[in-house]
């Protein structure tokens, strides 16, 4: 790949992006095309692994695309993969954290080098469009920068306390910060760059080891990354990376008692069974949960339409409705109900759905074939409950529609508001809108579930302080039109849930959130004075 030279993909940039943007995403897409099918092997202590069994990754876009072949990891490959990760964490925890950051800043810089062929294979691993996986790709990078930047302005976590005084004795305390061990990552398909590269900076910057196990629908993003830190110059089994079933090789790699802290990122019943089972070790470990959400937006009489209208669609089907923060419920106030519900429909109407590698395409397919039945499984469930489609309800089949997995972005009225799916996570582009009488009302709903992640709402200023003290939630946004729910960047809006959405009340990319790899040791040496 070409070395990044004037363009940098930031927060500011990317709603508006510079047309070398777009012939760099092109030339890296045709070589990520001309080199799909090949085998790929998961990286154990520094050494290229096979397993016993290979899988196939194929695109949602045109399931005909074998993207490549990579390895179904058993118990074994787990059990080294761990071995490795625990005998390189004497020397990678016992450098300084200055050498650490300088090899993971330098691993950063590879990910933007080959940001294009990230946004590539992002793009076609996951079916999204060309924008949202350059994103995901800077994401990583920032992310990992984000984590270095706070261990350097703590001055790696070594702080002076208070000295005691004691008749005789000097004493010097110190509060250290220090690395747990072996961390585990393991991440989901929708942001594989962000959502492995952010906790694996977190971790390594920390100083542990990490184990990477990502999602089988999106190994290859994974492995680029593992790439980016192998040659940075990170020790051999420093990064380890898995490929393989959740089941049998994520599970294995949970029930190791060498593992000392987990990040999953995942579904809520995928996380609680993981919690549960890291639970039954012999003490209690560090478990860093980020799941689902059902994320509100609430539309005051006094909002601004346009901008409400926006917001809602672009985080209602964004990334398919397939991102964690995607908008997936609206209560608008019944004065701008109408209004609303028109112009949501009319730019629902405009988006383009096709192949998301493609300039002018917004919405891609959903991720594989579990997630395109569980699309028609609920158009179905909505239909018989008496809900409405304004738009959508359908699968896309006509042309080439049929070779991938394309689901028409849906608007619901009219579902009862006891129905089940007001309150679980769909992750389809479907979303369902209701008018409500008052504020109080809205946010009564918006409350009711068992998710806090994120929330937004569109009013006044003075609405906006009062959603903000009243909403339940990790990551909420007022008056946003580029996204109601959607938006998340390190040191902007650092992201995490509340509630059923998150374990550690910490946002990652924020202030509070590497610390949460590290357990403190106070130390206190007494000298005779
Ligand atoms: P998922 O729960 O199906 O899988 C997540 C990961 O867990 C995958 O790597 C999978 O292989 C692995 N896994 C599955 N079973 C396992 C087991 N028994 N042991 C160990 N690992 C196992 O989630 P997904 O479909 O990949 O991602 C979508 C979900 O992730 C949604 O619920 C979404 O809301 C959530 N999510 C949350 C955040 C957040 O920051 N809160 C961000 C992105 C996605």
Request: hydrophobic share 40%; proline share 5%.
């Amino acid at each position: 790949m070409p070395k990044e030279t004037a363009f940098k993909l930031t927060y500011a940039t990317m709603f508006n992006p510079p047309e070398e943007l777009h012939t760099r995403f092109e030339d890296a897409l045709t070589k990520v095309k001309a080199n799909l099918g090949k085998e790929h092997t998961m990286l154990i202590g520094g050494k290229e692994r096979k397993a016993k069994a290979t899988f196939e990754d194929r695109s949602p876009i045109n399931t005909d695309w074998v993207l490549g072949v990579f390895q179904q990891g058993d118990e074994h490959d787990a059990a080294d993969a761990i071995a490795a990760a625990r005998a390189a964490f004497p020397a990678w925890s016992g450098c300084s954290w200055q050498e650490r950051l300088a090899l993971l800043r330098k691993a950063a810089d590879l990910i933007d080098e080959r940001i294009y062929e990230f946004g590539a294979v992002i793009a076609l691993e996951v079916g999204k469009n060309r924008m949202e996986a350059l994103s995901d790709a800077a994401e990583a990078a920032d992310l990992i920068r984000y984590a270095c930047d706070q261990i350097n302005a703590n001055s790696g976590f070594i702080k002076k306390m208070g000295e005691d005084p004691l008749q005789g004795f000097k004493a010097v305390n110190y509060s250290v910060l220090r690395p747990y061990g072996v961390w585990l990552i393991v991440s989901p398909f929708n942001f594989p760059a962000a959502l492995t590269g952010g906790p694996a900076g977190a971790a390594l910057a920390a100083g542990n080891t990490i184990v990477i196990k990502p999602a089988s629908d999106t190994p290859w993003t994974s492995r680029l990354l593992a790439d980016c830190f192998r040659d940075a110059g990170l020790p051999d089994g420093v990064v380890n990376y898995v490929t393989g079933p959740g089941r049998t090789l994520g599970q294995a790699l949970i029930d190791n008692p060498d593992v000392d802290g987990i990040t999953f990122t995942g579904s809520f019943d995928v996380g609680m069974g993981i919690y549960r089972s890291f639970a039954q070790g012999s003490y209690v470990r560090p478990t860093i949960l980020e799941l689902g959400g059902k994320n509100p937006a609430i539309v005051s009489k006094n909002a601004d339409i346009e901008e409400a209208a926006l917001g809602i669609v672009r985080s209602a089907f964004g990334l398919q409705g397939q991102k964690c923060s995607a908008c997936s419920r609206v209560y608008i106030e019944r004065p701008v109900y109408q209004k609303i519900l028109s112009r949501v429909v009319e730019l629902t109407n405009k988006l383009a759905i096709g192949d998301p590698t493609d300039r002018s395409v917004y919405l891609g397919p959903v991720v594989n074939k579990n997630s395109y039945a569980d699309f028609q499984a609920y158009i179905k469930e909505i239909n018989e409950a008496g809900g409405r489609f304004l738009t959508g309800g359908k699968i896309l089949t006509d042309g080439d529609f049929d070779k991938g997995y394309f689901c028409a972005p849906t608007i619901v009225v009219d579902l009862p508001m006891d129905h089940r799916l007001w309150k679980q996570e769909m992750f389809v582009p479907i979303t369902t809108l209701t008018q409500v009488e008052t504020l109080e009302e809205a946010m009564g709903y918006a409350n009711d579930v068992g998710y806090g992640l994120t929330a937004g709402f569109y009013g006044s200023l003075d609405e906006a302080q009062w959603f903000f003290e009243n909403i339940r939630a990790g990551v909420t946004y007022a008056n946003r039109p580029q996204g109601a729910t959607t938006g998340a960047w390190p040191g902007f809006q650092p992201f995490g849930g509340w509630k059923g959405s998150g374990s550690s009340g910490k946002n990652a990319g924020g202030l509070y959130y590497v610390q949460l790899y590290m357990h403190e040791q106070i130390q206190t040496l007494i000298q005779k004075s």
